[in-house]
């Protein structure tokens, strides 16, 4: 079971906006900054969101990023059949000083 | 453009030693400021983080995993690797190499990953 807590999925249909929440702890998201990757079958992640809401270059505006408290959260707008990936939140954790994982949310567009 | 790629053997017999290489091209390792990072992930599951170490040959291990683990770093080679002892079923997945920014979750640039499988 991942210390941070991810719907197993979620889905939308094209031009939906789909949001996907990452839930963790004061000692995780609580305290330090969140990351979100995107993976297709059979390739390797790719980072989306860097320190909570930042975007790599050639990443779309289309997807966003967000963290309150002990909680993140990563949006898709106007969603598109190639988002169609397994998406992951990533931070350090203090306590158990590690990084960890979610446990991946599979984003379906209908 | 900064790649990885992965390089080892592909199936270790329970109780022995998984050996991984990460070549680098298109920068160096020994560049300040990062981290490199070996990430796994079994099959048709998530990803687990086994630990980084610096060109400084400094490391940081998954606690979980702390007592199995080895990396390495050759910068005369610009690559770094990973040993991972007295292996079981439970340790077959895909092995990624990573480079991180600072010992943080930021993974910036992946190799590709390879499968390794334990079985007798």
């Known amino acids: 079971q991942s210390v941070l807590t991810q719907p197993p999925s979620a889905s939308g249909t094209p031009g939906q906006r789909v949001t996907i929440s990452c839930s963790g702890s004061r000692s995780n998201i609580g305290s330090n900054d969140v990351y979100w990757y995107q993976q297709f079958p059979g390739m390797a992640p790719k980072l989306l969101i860097y320190?909570?809401?930042q975007r790599p270059s050639g990443v779309p505006d289309r997807f966003s990023g967000s963290k309150s408290g002990t909680s993140a959260s990563l949006a898709t707008s106007g969603l598109r059949s190639e988002d169609e990936a397994d998406y992951y939140c990533?931070?350090?954790?203090?306590?158990?000083?590690?990084?960890?994982f979610g446990g991946g949310t599979q984003l379906i567009v209908l | 453009q900064l790649q990885l790629q992965e390089s080892g053997s592909g199936l270790v017999k329970p109780s022995q030693t998984l050996s991984l290489t990460c070549a680098v091209s298109?920068?160096?390792?020994?560049?300040?400021?990062?981290?490199w990072s070996w990430i796994r992930q079994p099959p048709g599951k998530g990803l687990e983080w086994i630990g980084y170490?610096?060109?400084?040959?400094?490391?940081y291990y998954n606690p979980s995993l702390k007592s199995r683990v080895t990396t390495s770093v050759d910068r005369s080679q610009n690559q770094f690797s990973l040993k991972l002892s007295s292996v079981t079923a439970a340790d077959t997945a895909v092995y990624y190499c990573a480079r991180g920014e600072g010992g943080n979750s930021h993974f910036d640039y992946w190799g590709r990953g390879t499968l390794v499988t334990v079985s007798s």
């Open positions: 320190r909570n809401n």
């Open positions: 990533a931070t350090w954790d203090d306590s158990l000083s590690v990084v960890v």
């Open positions: 298109g920068g160096s390792i020994s560049s300040g400021g990062y981290s």
């Open positions: 170490i610096y060109h400084t040959g400094s490391t």
